[in-house]
């Protein structure tokens, strides 16, 4: 039986729509799916247009801001039993309608409100092969590819576009297929409103002539099909030549191409301290910055290393002057517990949304923005997450995405009310356990910002050492005395020196350094003293064990509350929180033991900590 997520509880009066187009059609198709409240209210679904054929036109036309609505921009307008949702033309209108299906049952009978996305570009990439594996993908196979080609029946993508459109996402990455799945793929989102871009490797000379020639013809087929296209997103990119060769073979057609910034890295050497893999997005694209074609926007992850649990905004979003740019998150929990351990990013992305990119009340992240990117945690599994409760990061994703000063804990409670269908005090008893979980699973992990000691390879679970010695640049330099990457100017790669003052200054000062980040930006002494008052060992021996602590309490708390759901849920978030009780305690012990050992300082509460 199909998931229908955050659709699941969804009801609505009578809607008429007043409307043409295709985005129209999807409206009315959605208004005969959707289950009826018993109510006098009636909805009219109309364009500004036709407003005036609605009881309350005078109220929506007054409501309509001075600069007008936008493609995407709604207004909504209840007085008593009248109900209108208003916009330009069809996309506005489909997340109207969306708005009014998650927010009819908190509506007043005086009631107005005006909606238009911060950020433009609201994309999920999906690295799904077209074998049907997915890269970095925890929630079973692909729902778009199966044996080198788009599964015949795209019921289940029509539904994933549906929950998509009614977050507000507006785009989505794919694997270059054969030209006939594209344009089917292309279709099923077509119909929400969602354009569809083609996720390609570039690994040719750019400056040979029939390079160009080739990419100018092969885009040119495509658009043949598929007339609005996205453009192209460049999964592994690295130099601006090949940017620009791609940007001119979509430009004719509007198309967009999506460069992303992670292919800048390089190999590190961990002899060599002052080689820095956190400088490198930084070093490859400032030099660069206003030399890209206008259609080619630079996707920068939200830190400098690779979408650690906790690690600095990238410098590279407050630098970039002349090029548009967007944010790239992780919905897929590669670094976050793959979807077997519970951990709700919200309040993670928005801390990063909401970050002073100058430090001293200067632009936000989300205020420099034109795109905002995630890579999807979507496969075929029965419940599209793996994780049931995973479900709640993407929601949250496409929430934040249209509103980045959105509420994560607000958000948790509408993504509850919408998902299951239990009384308040059991989806508030949920909320509370998603709620603090990204905090949870950071206290058991990687201490203080240092990142990774990740299993290599899979990335799940503890090895403290199993970067240390690699190429990635991720090296935590733990010794007898210390621990901590030294990126200062004073002795260390000189990181710091590319955030803009007075963050640089606050970095590179190990007392001024927040507590969170001591450790990804100076080695220190394992009795250093943090502004929490304890020491970074005490730290690290205390966080894990209240971090597997925590866990135990959210599986408790799960337990008092479970036989509410359904069994299918049930089940599958019981049997996630056993994987997660016992990678908690590997992650707390083994953790723990590797810092005594080296230290040979015990635990001062004298806890258990295994020789």
């Not at 080198?148 to 297929?177: E, H, T």
């Not at 998150?329 to 979807?339: A, M, P, W």
């Not at 923005?369 to 029965?382: E, P």
């Not at 205390?542 to 925590?550: P, S």
Request: hydrophobic share 40%; proline share 4%; glycine share 10%.
């Amino acid at each position: 039986m199909m998931d229908h997520a955050w659709l699941a509880t969804q009801r609505l009066p009578e809607v008429t729509v007043h409307a043409s187009g295709v985005l129209a059609q999807t409206i009315r198709a959605e208004v005969r799916q959707t289950r009826r409240f018993r109510t006098d209210v009636q909805v009219a679904v109309c364009t500004l247009a036709r407003v005036r054929e609605t009881a309350l036109w005078r109220e929506v036309e007054a409501a309509v801001p001075e600069h007008g609505l936008g493609v995407e921009g709604f207004v909504v307008v209840r007085r008593g039993n009248d109900l209108v949702v208003a916009a330009e033309g069809g996309h506005g209108l489909l997340y109207g309608y969306f708005y009014v299906l998650r927010y009819f049952e908190w509506m007043t009978d005086d009631f107005t409100v005006v909606e238009q996305p911060a950020v433009p570009i609201r994309m999920l990439d999906h690295w799904d092969e077209l074998s049907g594996t997915v890269r970095r993908g925890y929630s079973g196979g692909s729902i778009f590819f199966r044996d080198g080609a788009a599964v015949p029946d795209l019921g289940r993508v029509r539904a994933y576009a549906r929950l998509l459109a009614s977050i507000g996402i507006n785009a989505v990455a794919l694997a270059a297929a054969e030209l006939p799945d594209v344009a089917r793929l292309a279709g099923v989102f077509r119909e929400y409103g969602i354009a569809v871009s083609l996720a390609v490797d570039f690994v040719d000379d750019p400056r040979d002539e029939r390079v160009a020639a080739w990419w100018a013809a092969s885009v040119a087929r495509v658009y043949d099909v598929v007339p609005d296209l996205g453009g192209l997103v460049v999964r592994d990119a690295r130099d601006l030549e090949g940017a620009n060769l791609l940007a001119r073979a979509v430009a004719p057609y509007g198309g967009t191409v999506f460069w992303r910034c992670s292919g800048a890295v390089p190999e590190t050497d961990w002899r060599d301290r002052r080689t820095d893999r956190a400088r490198a997005g930084y070093d490859a694209f400032v030099p660069l910055d206003g030399r890209f074609e206008e259609n080619v926007v630079l996707q920068v992850q939200h830190g400098p290393l690779d979408f650690q649990v906790r690690e600095p905004v990238a410098p590279l979003l407050g630098e970039i002057q002349e090029t548009a740019f967007g944010l790239e998150l992780q919905v897929t929990q590669e670094f976050s517990g793959q979807q077997q351990d519970l951990c709700y990013l919200g309040p993670w992305w928005r801390e990063i949304l909401q970050f002073d990119t100058t430090g001293g009340g200067g632009p936000t992240v989300a205020d420099r923005i034109g795109a905002i990117v995630a890579v999807s945690n979507v496969g075929d599994d029965a419940n599209w997450t793996g994780h049931k409760l995973a479900q709640s990061n993407l929601y949250a994703f496409g929430r934040l995405a249209w509103d980045p000063a959105a509420d994560p804990v607000s958000l948790l409670h509408e993504w509850a009310a919408a998902t299951f269908a239990t009384d308040d005090r059991t989806r508030t008893e949920l909320v509370a356990i998603l709620a603090g979980s990204w905090r949870t699973y950071e206290r058991y992990t990687a201490p203080l910002g240092v990142g990774f000691m990740v299993t290599p390879g899979s990335h799940y679970g503890p090895s403290v050492n199993g970067y240390e010695y690699s190429g990635r640049g991720a090296s935590h330099y733990a010794d007898r005395y210390g621990v901590g990457a030294d990126r200062t100017v004073k002795s260390g790669s000189g990181f710091t020196a590319q955030y803009p003052e007075p963050l640089a200054s606050r970095y590179e000062d190990v007392y001024t350094c927040p507590d969170e980040l001591l450790l990804f930006f100076h080695h220190v002494p394992y009795d250093h003293v943090l502004q929490s008052g304890s020491t970074v060992l005490q730290h690290i021996y205390d966080t894990h064990f209240q971090g597997y602590a925590e866990v135990e309490a959210m599986a408790a708390r799960w337990q008092a509350i479970a036989d509410r759901f359904e069994p299918a849920v049930r089940e599958n978030v019981n049997a996630r929180f056993a994987f997660q009780l016992a990678n908690a305690r590997e992650w707390r012990d083994q953790v723990n033991t590797f810092f005594y050992r080296l230290s040979g300082v015990p635990d001062a509460l004298g806890r258990t900590i295994h020789r």
